[in-house]
């Protein structure tokens, strides 16, 4: 059903609307508030500053729930699926890898991401997210920048091997060679790495464009952020000192 209220305040007015779901149902959308969306909450403002049409949409207080190898492949498979709200990611034991370089990107979507018992050290320790970063292959598992908020939650993981780097350098692409002592040619010189400059951000996790999601019970490991790599010189050739 859809019912319309009209009210008189004075401009500059701050303006608080409580929402009261009936049984089953939650809020799903605040549009023309101080704080839009606001999902699944019921209290909220407004500042009026002219005529002003604030609009309150409600959905059933239905909670999804998608697995995690066993009914999708990947997270990002899972969360591609899920709703914009109200869905619960599901994941079991195991090593589950990141296609997306940047990290799994949850869309803006408010939605919980957790292992099957974020509560137990074990499952916590054998539900891994591998970033597989190296120097040149930068990963990382995570990147909030849709504006998602607490409502956001990724519970109960152990996140490892990322790495997030600037430039890198060119490596140096001369390698080196032993001599010959009755060669009078003047020899190459062995090529060094270039120097590199530069920013990088989040080695397990980024949050950007205000995004503020809830990190509960997840160890963090061998992850690295480094601004910038310089590149590689190259070995010179051995040869035994004790050969003619």
Known sequence: NTYTYVYKQNRDNVVNFTAKPE???????????????SWNTNINMLTVD???????EFEPDITRNLLVPSQYSTIEDAIVTADQ?????????GVHTVSDPNGIDFQGKNITLMSIDPDDPDVIANTIIDCQGSRFNSRRAFWFHSGEDHNTKVMGFTIRNGFMTGAVGINGGIPGYYLDPNDDTTPFVQASGTDA????????????NASSPTITNCVITDCNVVGAIGGLGISGTFRDATSS
């Not at 002219?50 to 309150?56: A, K, L, N, P, Q």
């Open 23 to 37: 049984q089953g149902y939650r809020v799903k959308s605040w549009s023309g508030t101080d704080k839009d969306p």
């Open 50 to 56: 002219g005529s002003e049409y604030v609009h309150i």
């Open 85 to 93: 709200h109200g869905t619960n990611i599901i994941v079991g034991r």
């Open 197 to 208: 400059t530069g920013t990088a951000y989040g080695g397990a996790i980024l949050c950007e």
